[in-house]
């Protein structure tokens, strides 16, 4: 057996454990630490809860009679789950944010534990928070008329990719939130990137009527193609309109996860290189 293999840490109490399961405990805590402040301050998950309602609402009740489009409830949808989620990924920016200007992230620094577990436990608590805000949403889209006309399958593999994505997005949002100067730029800082993706793109209107230049940006937009997908799984696609023309939404599939993939390879690295070298602010 290899030196790597047989290499162990020794907890606390004398036992020993190998380090992936010290890094999975690290992460566990990290993330468990995470679900306890929602739980003392619960006005988090209540306008987390709040918002997607209201989003369902306001689009599907106030604005479906200015749209041409037939069952535009059953085409919103995807874009509401979309919009939700990713904006749902802010808190993990707006939380590494506030730590580091408490000190909490030095502290965390001086203890033995996985540098990247804080992140871990970050990123997993918005996951849960999302995962939440997707039951609500389809609970109240399920009242104003929105069906899932597919399987069972494409239900679970249309919430997986949308979560997925989420998760994906908020080490991103992480990065920006250790790298701006105060936690009240981080909220300026990410409406800025996420109005643009959410509202270029497909998620509240078709492609092809958008001008031609704002229809070449929402093509290759990797919300739009989120959006596709999650409209393909979930059976919400309009036979009325026309093929998608760009590759991004003819093999949406593919980009998404090629996204995903990409955005973890790139910002997880960085977070974590970043975490190591930042102070107290």
């Known amino acids: 057996m290899s030196a790597v293999t047989e290499q162990r840490v020794r ?15 690290d992460g566990w805590i990290a993330t468990r630490r995470n679900l306890i402040k929602i739980r003392r301050v619960p006005d ?14 306001l689009f599907s009740q106030v604005y479906a009679g ?10 919103l949808m995807a874009g509401i789950f979309a919009q939700t989620v990713i904006f749902g990924s802010t808190f993990s920016g707006s939380a590494m944010a506030q730590d580091l200007k408490d000190g909490i992230i030095d502290r965390f620094r001086t203890l033995p534990m996985s540098t990247s577990a804080v992140l871990i436990g970050r990123t997993n608590g918005d996951l849960m928070i999302n995962g939440i805000s ?18 069972i399958w494409g239900f679970f593999g249309g919430v997986a990719l949308l979560l997925l994505f989420s998760y ?13 100067r105060s936690p009240e730029v981080i909220n300026n800082a990410s409406f800025m990137i996420l109005f643009p993706l959410t509202f270029i793109s497909n998620a509240f209107v078709p492609i092809h009527t958008l001008p031609d230049v704002l229809r070449n940006i929402a093509e290759w937009n990797p919300v739009s193609a ?14 009325t309109f026309p093929p998608p023309e760009s590759w991004t939404l003819e093999h949406p599939y593919i980009t998404v996860l ?11 690295p960085l977070c974590v290189k970043k975490f190591g070298s930042v102070s107290s602010r």
């Open 226 to 239: 989120l959006v596709q997908s999650a409209r393909n799984l979930f059976g919400n696609t309009n036979p």
């Open 134 to 151: 997707m039951l609500i949403m389809m609970a109240t889209g399920y009242i104003v008329g929105w069906r899932v006309t597919t399987s």
């Open 258 to 268: 090629a996204g995903i993939i990409l955005m973890l390879l790139i910002f997880v």
């Open 44 to 57: 988090i998950l209540v306008f987390t809860i709040l918002q997607p309602i209201m989003f369902v609402l």
């Open 168 to 180: 994906a997005f908020s080490w991103v949002m992480a990065l920006l939130g250790m790298s701006v």
């Open 66 to 75: 200015a749209m041409a489009i037939d069952d535009y409830t059953s085409f």
């Open 11 to 25: 907890t606390g109490d004398g036992a020993v454990t190998s380090p992936m399961a010290q890094w999975f405990s």
